[in-house]
């Protein structure tokens, strides 16, 4: 078991990893990162009962909480989503502001990532409403592009650590394939905005990806570099990436929308992107800060 802190509680998962211990009867906590990851050793049991203990020890504190075996933990092969995960922004919100549509689009974005929309036809309904924009507005929405807290020393120590390295999104080439540049992702797999005569043309280039392109993305980068799918990892925050995480040997519902986080077996709810290096057991001495 992994417990790792949010901002501003590591004080209170100092004060609690006694009382999840003692009620799990685990060993003497491991800490990965001084006051803020440690790992409790179980000595069996049913995992999902010892995370819902945790979980009441925890209370409504800015903890995360996450179960899986010792063994094997460290993963060889990464693939993310990029809105709301890699990066802060879902850039669709980001081009409805330049057409005074930004709350109007944020909702459909919203109601799609929580399953609540199909996905190919939200895409469509929202790239439409940009018809006619000026292809510069690319450019000055990718400056507001903010990198997720974690994202750089997230990205450096799996490079350091030769895992190999996927970014999927059902965003668009223009946003990914910067940000891919940047930390260093050895792929990128997104759709392709139409542009017609310097202007965004309203539509999306075929083949429009979806849950499965990310999932597929996963298995086939697996079966490149000879990985079982038990040593593949992946996160993600909305509906379309929940065939990818429910495939990983460790998917990651990273800050995700309501209805992925209920049925995800892992989830990170508080921590920033270094979470997910504290979940394979990375210790704060080899967390590579770019």
């Not at 790992?39 to 049913?46: P, R």
């Not at 050895?186 to 005569?197: G, H, M």
């Not at 495939?247 to 990170?268: E, I, M, N």
């Amino acid at each position: 078991m992994i417990l790792i802190a949010g901002v501003g509680a590591e004080t209170v998962l100092a004060h609690r990893v006694g009382e999840i211990r003692a009620a799990l009867a685990a060993a003497e906590p491991d800490w990965l990162a001084p006051g803020r990851a440690c790992d409790l050793l179980l000595s069996g049991g049913d995992a999902m009962q010892a995370e819902t203990a945790a979980r009441q020890a925890i209370g409504d504190a800015a903890i995360d909480v996450l179960v899986q075996p010792a063994e094997g933990r460290r993963k060889r092969v990464f693939v993310a989503d990029l809105e709301s995960t890699i990066i802060e922004n879902e850039m669709l919100d980001e081009l409805a502001e330049f057409v005074g549509l930004r709350a109007h689009v944020a909702e459909i974005t919203r109601r799609a990532m929580n399953g609540e929309l199909d996905l190919t036809a939200a895409l469509a309904e929202r790239v439409a409403l940009l018809k006619g924009l000026p292809a510069t507005v690319l450019d000055e929405a990718a400056a507001r592009i903010r990198l997720m807290p974690g994202a750089r020393a997230l990205l450096a120590t799996l490079r350091a650590a030769g895992v190999r390295t996927a970014l999927v999104s059902g965003g668009f080439t223009v946003f990914a394939e910067r940000i891919a540049a940047g930390l260093g992702f050895e792929q990128v797999v997104a759709n392709r905005l139409d542009i017609a005569e310097g202007k965004i043309a309203g539509t999306v280039a075929a083949p429009i990806l979806t849950r499965d392109t990310k999932r597929d993305t996963l298995l086939e980068l697996a079966r490149q570099n000879g990985v079982a799918l038990e040593a593949t990892l992946a996160i993600g925050d909305g509906a379309n990436d929940l065939p990818m995480l429910q495939t990983a040997g460790l998917g990651v519902a990273f800050h995700a929308k309501p209805a992925v986080a209920a049925v995800s077996r892992w989830r990170l709810d508080h921590a920033d992107l270094t979470g997910v290096l504290y979940a394979q057991g990375y210790r704060l001495e080899e967390i590579v800060e770019p």
